[in-house]
């Protein structure tokens, strides 16, 4: 058996836009390692709308960093060259590094055209609102700066399906689709066709654009070596999509390419037939369990921890499932603001790092805080990525008997010395949990990692023993041996 897989998204939505990122990202990459990160989740490289573009404003995909457009020759995160060398730190320290795609859209275009358009409503985009009529949309991308290196594929009109300016009117809220076009039939059913997202929506029915898209990410693997994909937006595409691409990439450049996808969906039902559409091509993120998470952490001791994985990919699929708290689009003040409370991200983590089922992803900001929105670094989160890496194998045993206080036990495994684990999380008050941790360790002492529990207990001789917790927290019990390595590695 192997180590545990553990991703991280490396970056967050308030970053400085000092330049320097990709000088951070390879300065941490032994680090990283070290605490357990097998697979790390890097920004949008690509040039944007502008110097401090998070990375989905994109503009030119072809320039990271490398030409002098859009007012900057570095992206937010800093040149070409500290990105590959960020990319090489991170191989040199054994972890993977995935690089996020964002293929749904375009902004900051250099030329206008005019184009015969219609508009449809924003809550209906099936239904057209009014006749067509003459608009004129930045839709044309030259990308003069980069001139023709590369590609010298021009972007205009013909290769999106619609936007939402007109600059002769400069009206905001109006939504077009261009005449002749049609959104993807084969996307998320809300607001009647999320085809369109923002900017100018591409057209993955056009054959030329779905050809230079293949030849624009066999080029880029080619220059980052990269090692697998974030798929930005996937509900806003149509469906066969990224199964066509992903399977023709593979085959073509005889790579593994793991991929993970956003579909940002509360509805389990809707992520399980995304995988079945795209033959399971690629894994998602699982959201439906972020918001078991989020609605836990309002409710307290009204949620009944023994469902927190009702409904979940996690629990349905946990072969597609990516596992995780929160990320940058939950922060505050963000799109999908759904940020988990304080008091429960240690048990949130948990749930997601000692358990059998998944690939947790761990979001930068609950590891190192964000000091500038005055949230804490989650407490104890670096120590339990070590305790995954380290001792969170073997058998699962389940013990989700009471609404506020569960746990589950880690057998351990032969390869992981000292390995196995009990956890207990309590939403209420202070509780305990009797649990079978292996004959293997009768009479042993098991110590509460986390500090929250400052005498040991004893296994019996039919390896259990009664493990606690302290109301509101979570306690992750290890024997004596792993207790005293991870004091001395923290």
């Known amino acids: 058996m192997s180590n545990n897989e553990t991703m991280m998204q490396y970056f967050e939505w308030y970053l400085p836009n000092d330049g320097i990122w990709w000088k951070r990202c390879a300065a941490k990459a032994v680090k990283l390692a070290d605490t357990g990160v097998t697979e790390i989740w890097l920004p949008p490289a690509y040039k944007g709308t502008g110097q401090d573009d998070v990375g989905y404003g994109v503009y030119d995909m072809y320039d990271l960093g490398e030409f002098d457009q859009k007012g900057t020759v570095r992206t937010k995160y800093g040149t070409k060259r500290e990105y590959l060398e960020a990319i090489k730190a991170m191989h040199d320290a054994g972890i993977k590094v995935f690089a996020d795609i964002v293929l749904n859209h375009r902004l900051g275009a250099d030329e206008t055209e005019e184009v015969m358009a219609y508009p449809v409503a924003t809550n209906d985009r099936n239904q057209t609102i009014g006749e067509e009529r003459m608009i004129r949309v930045w839709s044309r991308f030259t990308f003069p700066g980069r001139n023709g290196k590369y590609s010298k594929f021009v972007w205009d009109h013909t290769c999106f399906t619609g936007t939402d300016w007109d600059e002769n009117t400069k009206q905001t ?11 993807d039939q084969q996307t998320d059913i809300e607001n009647g066709n999320f085809d369109y997202l923002m900017g100018c929506d591409v057209d993955m029915d056009n054959p030329k654009v779905v050809e230079e898209i293949f030849k624009w990410l066999c080029w880029y693997i080619d220059q980052t070596g990269i090692d697998g994909v974030r798929l930005d937006a996937v509900k806003h595409i149509k469906f066969g999509f990224y199964r066509d691409l992903l399977k023709r990439i593979r085959s073509e450049k005889k790579i593994a390419l793991p991929a993970v996808g956003e579909y940002w969906s509360g509805e389990l039902g809707r ?12 894994r998602l993120f699982d959201v439906t369990l972020h918001y078991k998470f989020f609605e836990a952490s309002k409710a307290g001791s009204g949620f009944d921890l023994r469902t927190i994985f009702d409904n979940t990919l996690v629990s349905a699929r946990p072969e597609q499932a990516v596992t995780f708290v929160d990320n940058h689009d939950t922060q505050y003040g963000q799109s999908l603001e759904s940020f988990i409370d304080d008091w429960f991200k240690p048990l949130a983590y948990a749930l997601i790092l000692f ?7 761990v979001f930068y900001s609950d590891y190192y805080g964000n000091p500038g929105k005055d949230r804490p670094a989650v407490p104890n989160l670096e120590r339990m990525m070590r305790l995954r890496k380290a001792y969170a194998y073997g058998e699962q045993h389940d013990y989700f008997e009471e609404p506020q206080v569960i746990g589950w ?3 351990g495994d032969q390869k992981h010395k000292n390995s196995g684990m009990a956890v207990v999380l309590s939403n209420g ?19 509460d990692v ?9 296994i019996g001789d039919d390896g259990t023993a009664t493990f606690y917790v302290r109301g509101g927290h979570v306690s992750v019990w290890v024997c004596q041996k792993a207790f005293e390595d991870i004091q001395i590695n923290v």
Do not use: I
Request: proline content about 3%; hydrophobic content about 30%.
């Open 173 to 183: 809220g109006q939504l077009f689709c261009f005449s002749g076009k049609h959104w």
């Open 271 to 282: 992520l399980l037939y995304y995988l079945d559409t795209v033959e399971n091509q690629t």
């Open 355 to 361: 358990r059998e089922a998944g690939v947790p992803c």
């Open 409 to 411: 036990t880690r057998l």
């Open 429 to 447: 008050g202070d509780g305990c949990r009797q649990m079978y941790v292996g004959e293997k360790y009768a009479g042993s002492l098991f110590y």
């Open 450 to 458: 986390t500090g929250g529990c400052e005498n040991p207990v004893q």
